[in-house]
């Protein structure tokens, strides 16, 4: 098992940067990649960017030269950082922190975990 805990978002007008972080605890050992998904009102929920444990990290197009992620220590899935920047009123959404599991139980299975969830907001 897995838990995370999210922090960071709020309140940010256009142009501005935030942080946001994700701690996890449990089974971590298991964990790879680890990363941030975000669901706009009314949208899907999408990748915004996730990291492995080699630290190679996968980004969203949309993110690209904006967004940043970073395990807090290298090589070590217990803890991500999202650091965005340049933010635009489209990025306003709910960000879920996203860990995948993978764990032998007579098979392989790959189990996503998620987080509660943050909410922030960017205005204009």
């Known amino acids: 098992q897995v838990q995370l805990v999210e922090s960071g978002g709020g309140l940010v007008q256009a142009g501005g940067s935030l942080s946001l972080s994700c701690a996890a605890s449990?089974?971590?050992?298991?964990?790879?990649?680890m990363g941030w998904y975000r669901q706009a009102r009314g949208n899907q929920r999408e990748l915004v960017a996730d990291v492995d444990a080699h630290g190679m990290t996968n980004d969203a197009e949309s993110v690209k030269g904006r967004f940043t992620i970073t395990p807090a220590t290298a090589n070590t899935m217990n803890r991500v950082l999202l650091k965005v920047n340049s933010l635009k009123p489209e990025n306003t959404a709910v960000y879920y922190c996203n860990a995948k599991s993978t764990i032998y139980d007579g098979e392989w299975k790959s189990i996503d975990y998620w987080g509660q969830g943050t909410q922030f907001t960017v205005s204009s």
């Open positions: 449990g089974t971590i050992f298991t964990i790879n990649p």
